[in-house]
T-cell receptor, first 115, second 112 residues
Framework: KAGVTQTPRYLIKTRGQQVTLSCSPISGHRSVSWYQQTPGQGLQFLFE???????NKGNFPGRFSGRQFSNSRSEMNVSTLELGDSALYLCASSPGRSSYNSPLHFGNGTRLTVT | DQQVKQNSPSLSVQEGRISILNCDYTNSMFDYFLWYKKYPAEGPTFLIS?????DKNEDGRFTVFLNKSAKHLSLHIVPSQPGDSAVYFCAASGDSWGKLQFGAGTQVVVTP
């Protein structure tokens, strides 16, 4: 079974631009969550989607948004990029229901650098 | 507000010895706890978990202990191996499974 796939692996953008990151969950998984990892803040929860609906949102500004498609694939978008948005963005998937029997599985992330 | 805390940023242990990683939490609504291991340039990999109704869970070399009254959990790795050198994250889940609160991580180095 293929794992969680995130594209692209690396991205360099300039301040003020916007960026879209993509995530394909494990086949059969209907829940997708996004996390931001920075050296200073650790792993911070961004949002969680289940069956195309946002189920939870973390404490991030409105410049961060996401969506989930009917095939469970997910994208997150960051508009008006700031230097502080430089981070590793991680996507994770789980079956969604009865999920205490199955932990979150993470992809290898997209490394975003804002210059 | 850091609800999950790993107060030791690093741990060095000799190969074959026990590694003990600690984690404290403040939110009594957390009902599931997990440990993840992370290598550089990779995503976190699930290691072991424990429900709040238990006080111990074991899987091979890994054992997690939960002390609810102290809001404390620990991960024991016995025996430690060089491949265990990585960053270990403690995480907790409360209101939704996909929303985990992570600790800051502990860098473990296993020396020969």
């Amino acid at each position: 079974k293929a794992g969680v796939t995130q594209t692209p692996r690396y991205l360099i953008k300039t301040r003020g631009q916007q960026v879209t990151l993509s995530c394909s969950p494990i086949s059969g998984h209907r829940s997708v969550s996004w996390y931001q990892q920075t050296p200073g803040q650790g792993l911070q929860f961004l949002f969680e989607y289940f069956s195309e609906t946002q189920r939870n949102k973390g404490n991030f500004p409105g410049r961060f948004s996401g969506r989930q498609f009917s095939n469970s694939r997910s994208e997150m978008n960051v508009s008006t990029l700031e230097l502080g948005d430089s981070a590793l963005y991680l996507c994770a998937s789980s079956p969604g229901r009865s999920s205490y029997n199955s932990p979150l599985h993470f992809g290898n992330g997209t490394r975003l650098t804002v210059t | 507000d850091q609800q999950v805390k790993q107060n030791s940023p690093s741990l060095s242990v000799q190969e074959g010895r026990i590694s003990i990683l600690n984690c404290d939490y403040t939110n009594s609504m957390f009902d599931y706890f997990l440990w993840y291991k992370k290598y550089p340039a990779e995503g976190p990999t699930f290691l072991i978990s424990i429900s709040s109704i238990k006080d111990k869970n074991e899987d091979g070399r890994f054992t997690v202990f939960l002390n609810k009254s102290a809001k404390h959990l620990s991960l024991h790795i016995v025996p430690s191996q060089p491949g265990d050198s990585a960053v270990y994250f403690c995480a907790a889940s409360g209101d939704s499974w996909g929303k985990l609160q992570f600790g800051a991580g502990t860098q473990v180095v296993v020396t020969p």
